[in-house]
């Protein structure tokens, strides 16, 4: 099984082996996500002495996200499931932040930052998602926060919410900034296994408009 991830500035990759044997690379790619995800999809695959047409699945990040990463992932994770001609299936990208955190009884909250003061961010409790995923305003995070309670949070975007918040103690700030592969491959095997392969035009999902799509809206 093949992982890719792009949704955020890290470039990660991930390939799991029939024998139990786990790979993964990840690499701060930036905007640069064109350049760097098919060099690290080749890198992994040499190394472990695979090839493309021995991939069974293939998983990766669905959104929300960057969206020219997510967009540059997809079409990555299209093309090796049809080469190889095997199952695609795309992950939310907000589930994997939050994979391995269901042991705590605190609602968790992983956050992207979504610019323009705004994050990506959904409440999850005990490994389901139980509101979202929403594109939030920055500015109202302390509300959210006092209204679930002591919260968790996590993601690349955690300490921008963090910062926002009037009551520190609320909050626990999970150390981990981004979404190994392995949850993604996890989460991969569960949702193929429930509800087989994505539909042959699903896209990544963005939960807001881009730049470009806003500007052509008003006439730009």
């Known amino acids: ?5 792009t949704a955020t500035e890290v470039c990660g990759v991930g390939l799991l082996l029939g024998n139990g044997s786990w790979f993964e690379y990840t690499r701060k790619a930036g905007l640069n996500h064109a350049g760097v995800v098919l060099e690290t999809v080749h890198c992994i695959l040499s190394d472990a002495g695979v090839e493309a047409s021995q991939i069974d699945l293939v998983v990766c990040s669905q ?18 499931a049809a ?7 795309s992950v939310p990208t907000l589930d994997a932040l939050a994979f391995g955190l269901e ?15 705004r994050v990506y961010t959904a409440v999850y409790k005990h490994g389901k998602r139980i509101r979202g995923p929403l594109d939030f305003d920055l500015h109202a995070a302390d509300t959210l926060v006092e209204e679930l309670g002591e919260v968790v949070i996590t993601g690349p975007g955690a300490t921008l919410v963090a910062d926002r918040c009037k009551n520190k103690e609320m ?3 999970d150390t981990r900034v981004y979404a190994s592969n392995r949850a993604y491959a996890e989460l991969g095997i569960r949702r193929f296994k429930h509800s087989g392969s994505d539909e042959i035009d699903a896209g990544p999902v963005y939960l807001r408009k881009s730049d470009a799509e806003l500007a052509l809206d008003n006439g730009a």
């Open 63 to 80: 959104g929300p996200g960057s969206f020219t990463g997510l967009r540059i992932g997809m079409a990555t994770a299209k093309g090796f």
């Open 171 to 173: 909050i626990a700030v």
């Open 1 to 5: 099984m093949l992982t890719i991830d």
């Open 83 to 89: 080469g190889a001609r095997r199952p695609l299936v």
């Open 103 to 117: 042991w705590t009884s605190r609602p968790v909250l992983p956050v992207i930052d979504a610019k323009k003061n």
